[in-house]
């Protein structure tokens, strides 16, 4: 059966091939279209996988500076909180991307907001968890201003 899913998954092997050879296993129908039914997440992720997703390597970090530069970010403003050390050392390696570094959460979400206000551009703001409670009033003022 191992064989059989595997050829199913690489698409050597169709749904009805599959559900053929099931039978000729001695599984009934209703136990292959279990089996179909509970591959189908796996077959569509591989599908959606060719078109949507890249293979990539490294730590949590480099993922992120790699998807903010897909998404045309420029300027990551961060607090001087723990936590941040695999993204910024990610940044190293990726000059497009430019660090502005804050004392205060509620400092990085202000010059995030002003600086995406003013030029239009995506930002990204990166701090402790601790400060989120700080940082607030910087979010909804903007949100309240735009409104």
């Given at each position: 059966?191992?064989?059989?899913?595997?050829?199913?998954?690489?698409?050597?092997?169709?749904?009805?091939?599959?559900?053929?050879?099931?039978?000729a296993?001695?599984?009934?129908?209703?136990?292959?279209?279990?089996?179909?039914?509970?591959?189908?997440?796996?077959?569509?992720?591989?599908?959606?996988?060719?078109?949507?997703?890249?293979?990539?390597?490294?730590?949590?970090?480099?993922?992120?500076?790699?998807?903010?530069?897909?998404?045309?970010?420029?300027?990551?403003?961060?607090g001087?909180?723990?936590?941040?050390?695999?993204?910024?050392?990610?940044?190293?390696?990726?000059?497009?991307?430019?660090?502005?570094?804050?004392?205060?959460?509620?400092?990085?979400?202000?010059?995030?907001?002003?600086?995406?206000m003013?030029?239009?551009?995506?930002?990204?703001?990166?701090?402790?968890?601790?400060?989120?409670?700080?940082?607030?009033?910087?979010?909804?003022?903007?949100?309240?201003?735009?409104?």
């Amino acid at each position: 059966m191992r064989n059989l899913v595997t050829d199913y998954l690489r698409q050597d092997l169709s749904r009805r091939g599959f559900l053929k050879a099931m039978a000729a296993a001695g599984f009934t129908v209703a136990a292959a279209e279990s089996v179909l039914k509970s591959l189908a997440p796996i077959a569509h992720a591989q599908t959606v996988g060719k078109t949507y997703m890249k293979p990539f390597e490294g730590n949590g970090g480099g993922l992120l500076a790699k998807q903010l530069l897909a998404t045309g970010t420029e300027y990551l403003f961060v607090g001087n909180g723990s936590g941040l050390g695999a993204l910024c050392d990610a940044v190293i390696e990726r000059p497009k991307l430019k660090v502005v570094l804050a004392t205060h959460e509620a400092h990085v979400v202000a010059m995030a907001s002003g600086y995406a206000m003013a030029s239009g551009k995506t930002v990204f703001c990166a701090y402790s968890r601790v400060g989120a409670a700080h940082s607030t009033g910087n979010i909804y003022m903007p949100w309240w201003k735009l409104g």
